[in-house]
């Protein structure tokens, strides 16, 4: 019921902007009310607002503050916010197919070591892995992933790297993520996909959305190389599995 949850902590963010905090912590349960919040506001909009930005744990709400203060926006988000439960609505399910290990992973062996395990072992868990679309950002197209197994889990590492290329998949604390375009990164890289999050001129410019669920499936570096080549014609790559 909605009297049972706490309510969100209201944060001014600059003179034109609200965090509307859910946790202080990464927690799926608080990221799916943020995503119910920012449903809310999309079909119940509050005049003076001009973009909504869904994190991990809290909403980033930008304001006209001409329009609306402080005050008055933040006593709308709150009762919002009430509304905001989350639903069993259905979700795009994707799947997405990665080339793991090798130059396309360079960490999976060091990350094999590092878990006393295999890297075959690696990829088996982490292809089992039910992960959500918890946010997008750093980067367009960077998708970080909710559900990864504590048996994947660890520490970021010492030197981050200047660049990593586009289409790594990494594991990173307790999350793994989809990294669309190359950029720097502290993740240890498992493996790369042809899948592109993000492109300019493509229709939709953003696969993914908050939210979907992910699935990975291993492939060879032939496929790889065959669903690049499509990709870069504007193909999806990824398969839409539900609905």
Not at 142 to 148: E, I, P, R
Not at 203 to 228: R, S
Not at 232 to 243: D, H, K, Q, R, Y
Request: with cysteine; hydrophobic share 40%.
């Amino acid at each position: 019921m909605a009297d049972t949850l706490s309510p969100p902590r209201l944060l001014p963010s600059g003179d034109s902007a609200i965090t509307v905090e859910f946790s202080r912590n990464i927690d799926d349960a608080a990221n799916r009310r943020v995503l119910a919040l920012d449903r809310v506001i999309a079909s119940e909009p509050i005049a003076g607002i001009t973009e909504t930005v869904p994190t991990y744990r809290s909403l980033l709400v930008h304001y006209d503050p001409v329009q609306i203060g402080f005050d008055a926006l933040g006593e709308q988000l709150l009762e919002r916010a009430t509304k905001a439960l989350p639903t069993a609505a259905q979700t795009r399910r994707w799947r997405i197919p990665v080339a793991y290990g090798g130059e396309n992973g360079i960490d999976l062996e060091d990350v094999a070591k590092a878990l006393n395990t295999t890297p075959d072992d690696i990829v088996k868990r982490h292809t089992a892995g039910d992960y959500r679309v918890a946010m997008i950002g750093f980067t367009p197209g960077w998708s970080y992933l909710s559900g990864l197994d504590k048996s994947l889990q660890m520490s970021r590492r010492k030197d981050p790297r200047l660049l990593t290329p586009a289409g790594t998949i990494a594991i990173g604390g307790v999350q793994t993520g989809v990294q669309c375009l190359a950029g720097p990164s502290g993740w240890h890289l498992l493996g790369c996909t042809a899948v592109r999050t993000y492109q300019l001129h493509r229709d939709p410019i953003f696969l993914l959305e908050p939210g979907d669920a992910i699935t990975f499936a291993a492939v060879d570096d032939k496929t790889f190389a065959e669903q690049t080549r499509a990709a870069e014609a504007g193909e999806f790559v990824a398969e839409l599995i539900a609905p």
